[in-house]
């Protein structure tokens, strides 16, 4: 099975700062990415799909990109509210592998 | 508005079974592939199961196969997992997601508030 390792496992950004989050695939995947957030107590939440394409209603402080083993989230300046866990997860076939989640924090 | 309601959650001794239920509403729901997706308390996000929309087709995670069955009535927008033999390691929140497509290989753009399944003695 293809295995999803997300880096930095956690990080401490300031407000305004520009934060980078990688998801490596073990094996290509095309364009089978989606990015979600999970803040404290809540539901995930899809933030991109397709490696790059913005969900509806996601602000678009939020980027993605990439393809085939290497994908990046960009959070172009942090803001209070994006405290959360972020996951990648492909879904090109079984099994919807997600990553190990970056835990981000503000400094 | 799309609404999906977990139910089925419960304490459960190890060996034991469960039936999840997922209610969906405001949107076709035969239409759309469905997953399960669990979290174990204070971990990551690990995918469960997953049914597609067009075909009925299901998929598991390797850590499930053979005790867990997704199902689905489009006549009711319900999606099930049969949970049997139960061991602690599936102690965990379990969500019901909505993919964005018909198909497996589409990821889910909504889920659920979760129902959690505790598997103790």
């Known amino acids: 099975d293809i295995q999803m390792t997300q880096s930095p496992s956690s990080l401490s950004a300031s407000v305004g700062d520009r934060v980078t989050i990688t998801c490596r695939a073990s094996?290509?995947?095309?364009?089978?990415l989606a990015w979600y957030q999970q803040k404290p107590g809540k539901v995930p939440k899809l933030l991109i799909y397709g490696a790059s394409t913005l969900q509806s209603g996601v602000p678009s402080r939020f980027s993605g990109s990439g393809s085939g083993t290497d994908f990046t989230l960009t959070i172009s300046s942090l803001q209070p509210e994006d405290v959360a866990t972020y996951y990648c997860?492909?879904?090109?076939?079984?099994?919807?592998?997600f990553g190990g989640g970056t835990k981000v924090e503000i400094k | 508005e799309v609404q999906l309601l977990e139910s089925g959650g419960g304490l459960v001794q190890p060996g034991g079974s469960l039936r999840l239920s997922c209610a969906a509403s405001?949107?076709?729901?035969?239409?759309?592939?469905m997953s399960w997706v669990r979290q174990a308390p204070g971990k990551g996000l690990e995918w469960v199961s997953g049914?597609?929309?067009?075909?009925?087709?299901?998929y598991y995670a390797e850590s499930v196969k053979g005790r867990f069955t997704i199902s689905r009535d489009n006549s009711k927008n319900t999606l099930y997992l049969q949970m049997n033999s139960l061991i602690a390691e599936d102690t965990a929140v379990f969500y019901c997601?909505?993919?964005?497509?018909?198909?497996?290989?589409?990821?889910?753009?909504?889920w659920g508030q979760g129902t959690l399944v505790t598997v103790s003695s």
């Open positions: 997860q492909k879904y090109n076939s079984a099994p919807h592998t």
């Open positions: 049914i597609s929309g067009t075909d009925g087709n299901t």
């Open positions: 997601a909505k993919h964005r497509s018909g198909i497996a290989a589409s990821g889910a753009n909504y």
């Open positions: 405001g949107f076709i729901f035969s239409s759309f592939a």
């Open positions: 094996q290509g995947i095309s364009n089978y």
